[in-house]
């Protein structure tokens, strides 16, 4: 008889994501769940009844497969107010199920077998598996800490005629960091010479700290054609179940993004993304209190590692905090991750899930501070268990 194996040899190249494990194991020992990057408290009660409005209104079946129209119109005036892009909302749109869907199904739309992507390292866990299933051959560029920069020399080594794009994050989950204009200058100038396209991944655009500005990949000269940009309403407007994201690109990459997305999932939630007309509309006040919301977070989390005496990198933008355990003697740092769970009661996510050999994370922990005051004391109160370990 034969025997047939009964999974694809793609999905032997990936794990389960442990963002998502360790919110599991938070719930089975009672941790603080610090792992998973979702806020714990209510998004603006203007969207909740929003939402309940549209489904009154019977807004119950699809959408427009690329999106509710109301919604794509409602993206390009926010876009061009705050990035001052001007997108025709008809060609250069596609909503998606959230940034996630957008990342695949841009990769998924653009890759062929034997193209290269170039990825930052440590980057957010899903744009290895993206490349995966997509074909695409990644090629890592290292961020360096404390500052998380990049080598200059490694990035131009990295690109040549295979490449077809590079993925970035800016600000950075799950550094914090906030790619510089000179930076990204350089990424274009790399893009224009070897005809390459960027993946840019804009999700935390608002949340930075010390007056720093957001800049778009597609707002530098020339970019805007070579550039798909993605985004979404998970981060911005504390709505991470609502699984609603979407895409800027160019009409012709839009044509064949939106192809992949409809037979991917057809459309994004529709009584949600006609809510999201209410988010793009909110006045510019509601971006400035998130950012004073979350610097606010970001100095009660960051005292805490102080009084525990952790050494971390300072954020600048996003809501995580990578921080060095080294001191702890732990192997790895999902083992940490366990103990931390178990033993002290708060869950983050080891740093081994941001690089491709876990070693390279083994003395790095990610903690969220989108959390509630709350929580966050509870967090402390917990954590400062640590002191003693360190201490003894
Ligand atoms: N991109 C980055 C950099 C993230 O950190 C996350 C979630 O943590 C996502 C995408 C997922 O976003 P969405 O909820 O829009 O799928």
Redesign the pocket.
Known sequence: MIQKKKTSAKVDQFTESV?REMTRVAMKYGAVNLA???PDFSCPSELKQAACDAIAEDINQYALTWGDRSFRHAIAQKVRWYLGLDVDPERQITVT???????AATMLATIDPGDEVIIFEPF?E?YAPDAILANATPRYVTLHPPHWTFDQAELRQAFNEHTKAIII?TP??PTGKVFTREELALIAELCHQWDALVFT?E??EHILYDDRKHIAMATLPGMEERTVT?N????TYSI?GW???YILANPELTEAIRKVHDFLTIGAPAPLQRAGVTAMQFPIDYYNNLAALYHEKRSTFLQILDQIEIPYSIPQG?YYVMADISQFGYSSSLEFAYYLSQEIGVAAVPGSSFFRQPEDGRSLIRFCFSKRPETLQAARERLLQLRQIVRA
Request: with cysteine; aromatic share 10%; net charge neutral.
């Open positions: 963002i998973q990057g979702f199920c959230g940034s996630t869907e957008a990342m957010y899903n994050n950075h989950n991944d999700i935390y993605i979404g309403l998970s981060k991470t699984r609603v994201g996003a």
